[in-house]
């Protein structure tokens, strides 16, 4: 087992990398402020704590408060606006 700690944009994200899964999983948050991913894999993103403002591929962004589940396909561009620290889990799948 291993755990790789992931810095992105200036730190304002941080994540611990563990293998879970097909694909492996991170757990993280995110500081305030909008933080957009170019994906490679689908993922499967859980808010656990906090809310974010999330849009997929350009699309009308939607609300993701705390228990929110969502789905983002292979090479989506995710958009990701927090107004307060948001914890995360984030499950990586094969593709």
């Known amino acids: 087992m291993s755990i790789t700690h992931n810095r992105?944009?200036?730190d304002?994200?941080?994540s611990l990398?563990?293998?879970h899964g097909e694909a492996g999983a991170?757990?993280?948050?995110m500081l305030p402020g909008t933080h957009v991913f170019n994906l490679?894999?689908?993922e499967t993103m859980t808010v656990v704590a906090g809310e974010m403002f999330v849009s997929i591929n350009d699309a009308p962004e939607f609300t993701a408060p705390a228990g929110t589940?969502?789905?983002a396909p292979a090479n989506a561009k995710l958009h990701m606006r927090c107004t307060s620290d948001t914890a995360y889990l984030c499950q990586f799948h094969a593709g």
Request: positive net charge.
């Open 69 to 71: 589940v969502f789905e």
């Open 40 to 42: 490679k894999a689908p």
């Open 8 to 10: 992105f944009f200036n």
């Open 17 to 19: 990398r563990f293998n």
């Open 26 to 29: 991170t757990v993280g948050v």
């Open 12 to 14: 304002t994200v941080q």
